[in-house]
C-alpha cells in the first residue's frame, strides 16, 4: 500500500513537471512551477529567461517577488534597481516604486530632462494657458527644455509613512517669430510647479497628499502664480493594473491689474486606469475641472472673458515596444468645454468648445540613460466663438536623459 501511494505521488509530480515543461516561454515555465509550489524550478526558470534576455522585465518582476516571497530582499531590491522604466516620468516611477514596496533607507532621487528642437505653426496658442486666441496664425522654430524631478523619502521606522517633493520646469525659447506689434520672444514660455506633502503606503497601495505652488511667465510678463493641493491615491492590481484617482482644489492670482478679473478657483477631479507590462503600457483617464470667477461682479458688462466654465474630457494613450530599445508612443485626447453664458448690452454670448489633441512619437534608446525621440501634435479647436476656432501642429525632435 505505501508503494502504491508513494508511485502514485510521483506520477503525479512528474505529470505535474511534465505539463509545465511542454510550455515554450520560460516566463510562463516560472509561473507554472510557482502555482504548484515548486519554487526552486520557478525560480530556476526565471533566470533562465533573464539569461537569454536581461532586458525582460516581465521575468524580473516575477524574479523580484519570488526573492521577496522568499525574504531575500537584498536580491530583490538589487534586481528592482536595473528594471527598465525609462518610458516613465519620475513621477510616476517613484508610485510605481512605491506600490511595490521597495525598500530606500537614505530615500530616492529620480529625474528625467528633455531638450528638444522644433517648429509650431501657431505660436499664439499656448499649451499651458489657453486664453490666448488669435485668427492669425504664426508658426516658429523653437527650442524647449523640461525638467521632471521626483524625491521620495521613507521614514524606515514609521511603517509605511513618507515625505515627497516633485518639481516640473518648463521653457521654449521662440527662435524666429516676429511681428511689428510685440517683441521676438513675446510668446516665450516659462513655467514652473513644486510639490511638497507627505503620503502612507502598505504594499500595492499608496496615498499621497502634497501642496503644489506654479507660476507662468508669458506674453512678456509674470501672468500668474497658483496654489492649491493635490491629493493622490493609487492602487496596484496583479502587479501590473493601477488605478489611479486624484483630485485638486487650487485658486489662481494674475499679477497685472488688467488681468484681475480672470482670477479663479479650480476644482477637478480625475480617474485613471493603467496597465503596465515589460516596456509595454497603456490607460485611460477621464477628467472634469471646473473653473469659477473669484469675483464675478469683477467682470465688466459686455467683456468677453470667459472664466466661469466647465470642462470634461477623455484621454487614451500608451508606448508599445517596437523592439528592446525602440517605443512608439501615442495619446488621443477629447475634450468638452462648456462655458457660462456672457451677458452682453444686447443679448448674451453662449460659448462651447469641442477639443482634439492628438500627440505621436518615436524613441530609441541611445544609451542606458539617454533617449532620442521624434513627436508630432496636432491640436484642434472647434467652437461656435469664432476666436476661439483653432487648428495647432507640432513637429520636434530631441533627447531626453532619465536619472
Not at 512551477?33 to 533562465?48: P, V
Not at 521662440?174 to 504594499?203: M, Q
Request: glycine share 6%; aromatic share 14%; hydrophobic share 35%.
Amino acid at each position: 500500500m505505501i508503494h502504491k501511494t508513494l508511485l502514485l505521488t510521483m506520477v503525479t509530480t512528474l505529470s505535474l513537471y511534465g505539463s509545465c515543461q511542454e510550455l515554450t516561454d520560460d516566463v510562463a515555465i516560472g509561473s507554472c512551477y510557482e502555482q504548484e509550489g515548486n519554487i526552486n524550478l520557478s525560480q530556476a526558470a526565471y533566470e533562465r529567461a533573464l539569461f537569454y534576455n536581461k532586458d525582460n522585465t516581465e521575468a524580473k518582476m516575477k524574479l523580484i517577488d519570488l526573492y521577496r516571497s522568499e525574504g531575500m530582499d537584498k536580491d530583490a531590491d538589487a534586481l528592482l534597481a536595473t528594471v527598465d522604466e525609462r518610458q516613465l516620468t519620475p513621477q510616476q516611477r517613484t508610485t510605481l516604486a512605491t506600490l511595490r514596496g521597495e525598500e530606500r533607507d537614505n530615500g530616492t532621487f529620480r529625474a528625467r530632462v528633455t531638450l528638444d528642437l522644433g517648429y509650431d505653426d501657431n505660436i499664439n496658442i499656448n499649451h499651458i494657458y489657453d486664453t490666448t486666441f488669435t485668427t492669425d496664425a504664426q508658426g516658429t522654430r523653437f527650442l524647449r527644455f523640461n525638467a521632471d524631478l521626483s524625491y521620495q523619502y521613507d521614514f524606515s521606522d514609521a511603517n509605511g509613512w513618507f515625505l515627497r517633493s516633485d518639481a516640473n520646469l518648463y521653457h521654449q525659447y521662440n527662435l524666429d517669430f516676429e511681428s511689428d506689434f510685440v517683441g521676438s520672444h513675446y510668446y516665450d514660455t516659462l513655467y514652473g510647479r513644486l510639490y511638497a506633502g507627505g503620503g502612507y503606503a502598505t504594499k500595492n497601495i499608496s496615498i499621497y497628499v502634497p501642496l503644489f505652488y506654479d507660476r507662468l511667465n508669458y506674453l512678456n510678463v509674470d501672468l500668474f502664480s497658483e496654489i492649491g493641493v493635490r491629493p493622490d491615491f493609487n492602487m496596484m492590481f496583479a502587479k501590473m493594473f493601477v488605478l489611479n484617482v486624484n483630485m485638486l482644489y487650487s485658486k489662481r492670482s494674475y499679477e497685472r491689474n488688467i488681468d484681475k478679473m480672470r482670477d479663479d478657483s479650480i476644482l477637478a477631479l480625475e480617474s485613471g486606469f493603467y496597465w503596465i507590462q515589460n516596456r509595454d503600457n497603456a490607460y485611460a483617464k477621464i477628467r472634469y475641472e471646473k473653473y469659477t470667477p473669484q469675483d464675478a461682479n469683477a467682470i465688466p458688462l459686455g467683456t468677453k472673458v470667459f472664466v466661469d466654465k466647465a470642462l470634461a474630457s477623455l484621454t487614451l494613450g500608451g508606448l508599445y515596444s517596437i523592439t528592446n530599445i525602440m517605443d512608439i508612443r501615442a495619446q488621443l485626447l477629447y475634450r468638452k468645454g462648456d462655458f457660462k453664458e456672457i451677458p452682453l448690452f444686447f443679448g448674451s454670448l453662449k460659448r462651447d468648445d469641442t477639443t482634439k489633441d492628438v500627440q505621436l512619437s518615436f524613441e530609441r534608446d541611445l544609451t542606458k540613460e539617454l533617449r532620442a525621440h521624434i513627436q508630432f501634435h496636432y491640436l484642434d479647436n472647434d467652437s461656435n466663438y469664432n476666436q476661439a476656432i483653432f487648428t495647432k501642429k507640432e513637429a520636434l525632435i530631441g533627447l531626453v536623459y532619465n536619472y
